[in-house]
């Protein structure tokens, strides 16, 4: 098999992708599930490798770039299409999310990159940064109401 350098820590249904099957991602997700959305569209998740961000499988230094995307919302019901097709936050969420970004660190090679993508609307991204405690590089605000925010971190 030949060598993965990157790693989406917790892909869901890979929306971000261009390529869903991309030779140099190992795509990780916590589930897998196929469904019908509310909207007739079948959601996929369908993980290389079933893991938890805050533990991941993975050797220190394993990679060049770590996608980390986790669920950005608490306020969901289970059974919300958004909880199914995107995940959400635990009660826990705060020290989950800090192990996510810890474990990202751990398996990305030295001056590898993070790309870290939030979502702030029920949580800032100042928040989020705060319980990094790590300044990022630069980041980007995106979508309709710039709520969307990228963000790149390097491990030196």
Not at 8 to 32: E, N, Q, S, T
Not at 39 to 67: C, E, H, Q, T, Y
Not at 117 to 127: A, D, G, Q, T, V
Request: charged share 30%; proline share 5%.
């Amino acid at each position: 098999m030949e060598k993965k350098i990157i790693l989406d820590a917790c892909c869901g249904p890979k929306m971000m992708w261009f390529d869903k099957k991309d030779p140099r991602a190992v795509y990780m997700d916590i589930r897998i599930a196929d469904f019908i959305a509310c909207d007739g569209r079948r959601a996929l998740i369908d993980p290389d490798v079933i893991g938890d961000f805050r533990k991941m499988p993975f050797d220190d230094n394993s990679f060049k770039m770590v996608v980390f995307d986790p669920p950005h919302l608490n306020k969901l019901g289970q059974n919300s299409f958004t909880a199914q097709k995107y995940g959400k936050l635990f009660p826990t969420w705060e020290d989950d999310l800090k192990s996510g970004f810890e474990e990202s660190m751990r398996v990305l090679q030295k001056e590898g990159f993070l790309i870290f993508k939030w979502n702030e609307y029920e949580i800032s991204i100042k928040k989020i940064i705060e319980i990094f405690g790590v300044q990022p590089l630069f980041g980007h605000k995106s979508g309709k109401q710039s709520l969307t925010h990228w963000l790149c971190f390097i491990k030196d």
